[in-house]
């Protein structure tokens, strides 16, 4: 059975950071790209950040220069630092795995999911 397990979120005042942590188990980990996205109640699920099985990495125009992303496949885990949190980042934030990903952003190229941990950024 493959199951993706987040944690690591919390509340935090802005400018603060976490760290969130995905570990997977059931799935061949190193060949699949790994991506954070999130979501506001209300709201679409956004793409957040990706790396893929080149370690190649890319972000959201609204996180780059403050998240990053990282993997160990020894592990079977991905986690996402985020430094300088605004209340605009607060949200729900899932991790998914997919093998064949054509687009980072596009949700239904991934076929494995985590059940979400929320960030909530407030002073």
């Known amino acids: 059975e493959v199951q993706l397990q987040a944690s690591g979120g919390g509340l935090v005042q802005p400018g603060g950071s976490l760290r969130l942590s995905c570990a997977a188990s059931g799935v061949t980990f190193p060949y699949y790209t790994l991506t954070w996205f999130r979501q506001v109640v209300g709201k679409e699920r956004e793409w957040v950040a990706s790396i893929n099985s080149a370690n190649s990495t890319y972000y959201a125009d609204s996180v780059k220069g403050r998240f990053t992303i990282s993997r160990d496949n020894e592990k079977s885990a991905v986690w996402l630092q985020m430094n300088s949190l605004k209340p605009e980042d607060t949200a729900v934030y899932y991790c998914?795995?997919?093998?064949?990903?054509?687009?980072?952003?596009?949700?239904?190229?991934?076929?494995?999911w985590g059940q979400g941990t929320l960030v909530t950024v407030s002073s």
């Open positions: 998914a795995a997919g093998i064949v990903v054509l687009r980072n952003d596009l949700e239904g190229d991934y076929e494995f």
